[in-house]
């Protein structure tokens, strides 16, 4: 392999041969990513480098206590108290900086003050941006909670990511206990019967399913896959609703209507007994009919038509 090597510059000289040291310090301060200013302790600027110049404006010769009367106060108490100072926020020309203020002091006397500054208009965009993502979590993990039907969140290999209180509820399980559980093993192990989060992973689809927990008691489950750019499955999204209430409700109303049915069935008859102890002359089997199907449409709220010559009993 061939050495390379740098060859040093020489520092530009003046005609004595000395380094021009005051170029050679803007070369330095225009190196930096920075912006860096030098003041003097009336406010003076008295040397800048580039980014400062372009972005603010700022130029040897430009009194910052006129230009910017805060960030004067701030550095002439740096000066006044000989203590370094930072965090100093200066906003100007639609940017956003950090500065930090040095002292500068030249035997034992203050002579100025050295000011670097950071843009931070990114971060600070950033910040903002993470604030709202924040706030927005904190939405979303409010109405995730407040939910009154189950939640379950797994990854694209049906890892337990979450689950809400109601899924805690419904389920007789901690959190703690299932989040980082594989949905396999919980299977496996009779947590489940069935896997919704399983089977849309298989699928590739939304699927739904009813399910029996441990407890015996019935869910209703709907899972939803959640896709990445590449169209892979990465999250499984489940809500489960307890039906089980539900279903013994449904059941016991069907017991009722039942009841209901029978207790008819038993009024109708005692009614057709009724009718058979009364004094009501019929002979023929068309006007007894004609009585037993009275009896039955009564348990009917319709308007009933009874035709026939005056005499024959339509009044009875």
Known sequence: MANTSLTPLPFPEEPDGLPDWQAFSRAILNASHSGIFVLNASGRVLISNHIIQIRLGVHSGSQIDTMLPEFWKTALAAMDQREYV???????????????????????????????????????????????????SRELDTIIDASTDGLWICDGEANV???????????????????GRNMRDLQREGFVDRSVTLEVIESGKKVNLM??????????????PVFDDQGRIMRVVVTEKDITEIDRLRRELEEKEAMQDQFRHQMLEMQLKTLESQHIIAKSPEFHKILQQALRVSRVDSTILILGESGTGKGV
């Open 211 to 224: 399910q029996r927990t441990r407890e015996k008691r019935k869910l209703m489950l709907s899972g939803t």
């Open 86 to 136: 930072t965090g100093v926020p200066l906003s100007l020309k639609g940017a956003t900086f950090m500065a930090r203020i040095g002292p500068m002091i030249w035997n034992s006397s203050m002579i100025g003050a050295l000011c670097i500054l950071d843009d931070v208009t990114e971060l600070e965009q950033t910040i903002r941006k993470l604030h709202s993502y924040q706030a927005l």
């Open 161 to 179: 990511l979450r689950l809400n209180p109601a899924s805690e509820r419904i389920n007789n399980v901690q959190a703690s206990e299932v989040i």
